[in-house]
C-alpha cells in the first residue's frame, strides 16, 4: 500500500499533502462531497448490488468520530 501511494504522489504530486485534487481545478484539493455525490448516483442508478447500510468512509481522517446513523 506504501509504495502504491508513493507512487500515485511522484506520479501526480499533491496539493497541501493531500493525494487527490479537484477535478477541474489540480491547485485546489479534492472536494470532500464529490465521492459522496458520486456514491449517491451510484446508488440510484441500481446498476450494481450494494448493501443497504453501505457507506463511504474513504476520505474521512482516520480520528474522525463515526457519524450518527
Known amino acids: 500500500m506504501r509504495q502504491t501511494i ?21 491547485t485546489r484539493t479534492f472536494p470532500h462531497y464529490h465521492i459522496a455525490n458520486q456514491w449517491q448516483r ?5 446498476r450494481t448490488d450494494i448493501p443497504d447500510g453501505m457507506v463511504v468512509y474513504g476520505l474521512r481522517p482516520p480520528d474522525a468520530s463515526p457519524r450518527p446513523r
Open 6 to 26: 508513493e507512487w500515485h504522489a511522484d506520479k501526480h504530486g499533491t496539493v497541501d499533502g493531500y493525494l487527490l485534487r479537484h477535478p477541474g481545478d489540480p
Open 42 to 46: 451510484i446508488k440510484k442508478a441500481g
